[in-house]
């Protein structure tokens, strides 16, 4: 399996938490897939966090496998003087196939030590204006230098290999020009590179190949002034950049009006500026902001469309939705038999799908079109897959690097993946607001919409009393989505040996109430894995639940012993972590043993006492000598299966789990 292609990591000192923090949130925002937007044209590289965390005075070494990792510490005062902040720093250079790139919260950050002080520094600390904005645009250059850069090695990177921009705009158009001036003039007291118009052409070269020959290399920022698509140098200039795949972006700043846009100059992300009150630095950095967020998504998604597998060797990897100025690139005439033929059978690009009615013209010639997510090597039509997520506590996501939108963005890639393929997706847990529930309807609503399919498939367990208790919103929402989802309601344990009004909820606020409230949730679980295929299971609470253990982990057991195929995503924390751990190296996590579990759970001891004198014994030996012996029949190898224990990607995830699904159903 290919390796994942990039990886950022942030770092940085507990105490510098409310400094760093809007930083670090705001470059992760613009890096990362929008939990609340699952269908939006993002980048969604890997981003990990590691602060000290735990009374710990220094994080948990940094332990990831990627073909590039970007590591970004960010240094201050209270590092500097820590003697333990500084060697962790310096093993940072031990990282295999990492780049260390070093940012200085304020003057001191230079003394960290002498490898790393001989480092350029990103100066977060001179900007006094737009400080995590300006600071960004550091980070996401060196993602391009370090990361993404398509001429340079890690040993050449200096000046030449920073970003060049060519900004494309009308010499008669004012607003174009007045934007494009201050847009060199930024550049030129940064590290980026710009070329700006004849000027810059050297004497004795053609004007018209020095301007391609600099495009080839360049991102394009198309100025888009009320005369920009008339005018004949503007609209090569676009031809050139869409020729030879360049990243673009458009800068709207028309005053009135525009009678014909150029219809190579779309299928671009656009940004608009308020040309009214003139343009402050704050515009500036935002057209800045947007150009390296759309090169950095250009080039990312060329790694990971290299990444994916698919039959045949004809396939044409475009960067962006295909368009009309593909055409070209695809179709052409044979020289001997002066006919049209087609150099690739399919085009590739990168999530999410666009409409099918947008590239129908493309179909038609008999050329696929497809995305990672549309590609159909497997479908697994009908096919009931469980999962078994949920949320971890925040100082186990502190230890490997994570945050609580990880397991979100876990949850709604695999709902993705497998709807996509027509398998109905069967979860069980409650529909609270922002809950994983609603997260992985909002994903499969919007998959319905975008590949108008009728077989978007999922099913919503729900055990007594949780139902009863449904809000005006909970009902709402239940019937909002009524045509996508199917909403069971397990009913209350017939026999709990106690007297009930089932028609009542029930609050777990004494022994006797969570004893029932178990029971019950057991019972849904039961029902709900006897109806599924295969089960996929992250994440889990080690405590503070409300069953009769974890219940992840409860889930985990019962698909072992109903003999129901598992994949355990042990590299998102959480008992599915515990559980690996066990199976891999057959050492028993402290959380899977009876003793902890009753000094982390208030009254448990009582709890256990009631199973026993109903005649059940929760026994954690027999629970861990079943999870250590069990066949997960899950259609990976061994090796495979380490693999998924310990992978912190969703995409390396996703790809084993439909490897599993593909090789037990067919």
Known sequence: MNIQPLAIVFLWCSEDNSEVNDIVEYAASLLSRD????????IDIPVFYYMNGNEKNVPEKVNIRAKNILIYPFIGTNMVINKQWKEY???LYEVNNSSIIPIALDKYAFNIGHEVSSNNFIRAYEYSTLKKEKTFIAIAHEIYRYGLNEKFSKLEIGTQSALKIFLSHAKDGENGIDIAEQLKQYLDSSALKSFFDANDIAP???FDSEIVQNIKESSVIA???DVYSSRYWCQREIQVAKQYDRPILEVDVLNREMDRKFPYATNIPVVRININDGIDDEELVRILTMMLVETIRFYYAREQLGNVSVLGNSIKLC???PELTDIEKILVKDENSEKIKSNYEAIMYPDPPIYSEEIQYIEKLGIKVFTPLTKDDNCFKENK?????????????INIGQNETHLIKLSQSIARYLLSREAILVYGGDLRKEGFTEYLFLEAQILKDRLKSKNINLKNYQAWPIYLNDTLEVKEWKAKYSELAQMIEVDIESDVGIDINDKEFLPPNNLKNRFVWAKSLSKMRYEMIKNCDARICAGGRKYGYKGKMPGVLEEILISIKEERPIFLLGGFGGVTQSVCELIESGIISEDLTEEWQVNNNDNY???LQSYENYGEKIDYDEIAELIKFADLKNGLSGDENRQLFNTIFIDEAIALILRGLQNIFA
């Open 319 to 321: 960067f962006r939705p």
């Open 89 to 91: 720093i310096r093993e």
């Open 605 to 607: 001891k009582e709890l």
């Open 385 to 397: 897959i469980g999962i078994s997520i949920s949320e971890i506590l925040k100082e186990e996501l």
């Open 35 to 42: 939990a609340q937007k699952p269908f939006s044209r993002s």
């Open 223 to 225: 100025i888009n002034s």
């Open 204 to 206: 004795g070269y053609r």
